[in-house]
């Protein structure tokens, strides 16, 4: 059984950092694409990064680039996302998400329970 479980979120000021971390199991891990997405109260799921399975391919959202940075370790089972300079606008729960092929951003497999991200200005 696949489970992707996410850890990290909490309250910060505004101009403040948090990192969350992704920790996965029941998968080849190596062999996904990784990315996060974040859902605000009342608004659709969006799209924040993804990580191809070999670290090469990189790709964010142009409302993160600049602040978040994604990055995977393949002998932790693990994804993170290191968010810098966070604003009251980054608040939302972030999921992770696991693709086996194609790109994470348009047809992830799995996905994990979220993780709640408050930023207060």
């Known amino acids: 059984q696949v489970q992707l479980v996410e850890s990290g979120g909490g309250l910060v000021q505004a101009g403040g950092s948090l990192r969350l971390s992704c920790a996965a199991s029941?998968?080849?891990?190596?062999?996904?694409?990784m990315g996060w997405f974040r859902q605000a109260p009342g608004k659709e799921r969006e799209f924040v990064a993804q990580?191809?399975?070999?670290?090469?391919?990189?790709y964010y959202a142009d409302y993160v680039k600049g602040r978040y940075t994604i990055s995977r370790d393949n002998a932790k089972n693990t994804v993170y996302l290191q968010m810098n300079s966070l604003k009251s606008e980054d608040t939302a729960v972030y999921y992770c998400?696991?693709?086996?092929?194609?790109?994470?951003?348009?047809?992830?497999?799995?996905w994990g329970q979220g993780t709640q991200v408050t930023v207060s200005s």
């Open positions: 998400a696991a693709a086996r092929f194609g790109s994470v951003s348009i047809a992830p497999n799995y």
């Open positions: 990580i191809s399975w070999s670290d090469e391919s990189l």
């Open positions: 029941g998968l080849t891990f190596s062999w996904y694409g």
